[in-house]
């Protein structure tokens, strides 16, 4: 291990996560309860943008964690916990589309409310209406809005999305969602940039046309 690491392991293990996890790899369960209890609801909202589908996203959820404790005896803290963590979920939601490629199935979007949302969810998705250009949600029929926000976002192809809900979501640096997704961070800003005008592009076609919330069209540019 060299200087740098040595400092980096240091340095990581004033994250409460980390040592969490550094219990669970001596086999504490209750260690792993807590982690699961802070983290299960983020990765599940994540998962389901990414899946469009609940049930399916509560069963990848079930996956990351199970692949979690798996990997425990092999667990170093060179990152933050969050880190590794958002990196098992990235591969498992990764392993899901491929999977939905060779096995298409109906969509069938989202169609209620969350009631279980997050206050940071709801904070990212008024930063997205925000920063799109848009006219004040005020002027706008709220709850549609932000249906329009999430259909917005999962039309943005896979891997913006991705970068999309760690950076806006979660707010993680650009330096963590690029090592998650295994880009460098120059090539994940262009990434970030690309998705904040098809973002744009979408929101400014539903305001200026008054259209009522729908599918838009699945945006296939995603490098």
């Known amino acids: 291990m060299t200087p740098d690491s ?11 996560d980390v040592r969490l996890m550094l219990a669970v790899q001596q ?21 389901r943008h990414i899946v469009n589908n609940r049930d399916t996203a509560e069963e990848l ?27 098992i979920t990235n591969n498992v939601a990764l392993n899901a589309i491929r999977s939905k490629v060779r096995k298409p199935e ?3 979007g989202i169609k209620r409310t969350d009631a279980s949302k997050s206050d940071a969810l709801m904070m990212a998705e008024n ?10 949600t005020r002027q706008l029929e709220k709850l549609e809005m932000k249906q329009m926000v ?8 896979d891997r913006q999305r991705m ?13 963590e969602i690029a090592k998650i997704m295994d880009m460098t961070p120059q090539a994940l800003k262009s990434l970030l940039c690309r998705a904040r005008i098809n973002l ?18 699945k945006i296939n540019k995603d490098k």
């Open 106 to 108: 109906v969509q069938l």
């Open 61 to 87: 959820t079930q996956d990351v964690f199970l692949r979690v404790f798996r990997a425990r005896k092999n667990y170093q803290p060179d990152a933050k916990f969050s880190t590794w963590l958002f990196t």
């Open 163 to 175: 970068a999309v809900l760690l950076h806006k979501f979660e707010g993680l640096s650009y330096i």
């Open 27 to 47: 086999d504490d369960a209750t260690a792993f309860e807590e982690l699961m209890s802070r983290y299960q609801a983020r990765v599940l909202s994540i998962l």
């Open 150 to 157: 999430q259909l917005a976002i999962n039309a943005l192809g």
């Open 127 to 136: 930063t997205i209406i925000a920063s799109s250009g848009t006219i004040p």
């Open 200 to 217: 744009r592009d979408i929101l400014q076609a539903y305001v200026q046309k008054g259209e009522k919330v729908k599918e838009p069209k």
């Open 6 to 16: 040595v400092t980096l392991v240091n340095l990581n293990m004033n994250d409460p």
